[in-house]
């Protein structure tokens, strides 16, 4: 069940892009992380949720490219404008980026960092077209968590939420 949902996922991005100096800083955060993660000995609690069906499970030996692969394979144009703007109070810092164009793929990304250190990425996408709109949230908690929020509404059907969620543990 865990690869249908991957390739589930996958279909909220577009092309993977593949050299590390092009990807955007935020992915390049994810690519070092998943280089880390491969030195530690972690199990991954992951959760996926269709509807009203849950299935869990206890992954011993993380395939980590595989795992964080949807949030590489996220399509950000090089040439995509963001609005940016920050909103601080003591230690926690909160960098919100804002597509200038409504109707790109990526629409949005937030940054949460505490003491200067990042603790969450979220990446909102959107992908509409006359049969279908799609709106999936990725969050990434470096060396900690991610979870992946998908909404789908084609227009002859109702609404479908897919709800991917993961844990690391240390063994």
């Not at 991954?44 to 692969?69: C, F, G, K, M």
């Not at 996220?74 to 909160?94: E, R, V």
Request: glycine share 2%; with cysteine.
């Amino acid at each position: 069940m865990l690869i249908p949902l991957f390739l589930l996922a996958f279909s909220c991005q577009g092309k993977k892009q593949v050299l590390n100096e092009d990807l955007p800083f935020w992915k390049r955060i994810i690519v070092q992380d998943i280089d880390s993660l491969k030195q530690t000995q972690y199990e991954v609690d992951h959760n996926t949720q269709i509807a009203e069906s849950v299935e869990n499970e206890l992954i011993s030996d993380p395939d980590w490219d595989q795992l964080l692969s949807p949030f590489l394979g996220i399509d950000q144009k090089a040439n995509d404008s963001f609005l940016s703007s920050t909103d601080s109070s003591g230690d926690i810092a909160i960098e919100n980026l804002t597509n200038l164009d409504s109707n790109a793929f990526v629409q949005s990304i937030r940054i949460i960092r505490n003491k200067g250190r990042i603790n969450v990425i979220e990446v909102n996408t959107l992908k509409n077209t006359f049969l279908n709109k799609r709106v999936c949230l990725y969050s990434y908690q470096p060396q900690k968590a991610f979870g992946i929020n998908v909404r789908e509404k084609y227009f002859w059907a109702e609404e479908k939420i897919i709800s991917i969620n993961a844990m690391f543990i240390k063994k």
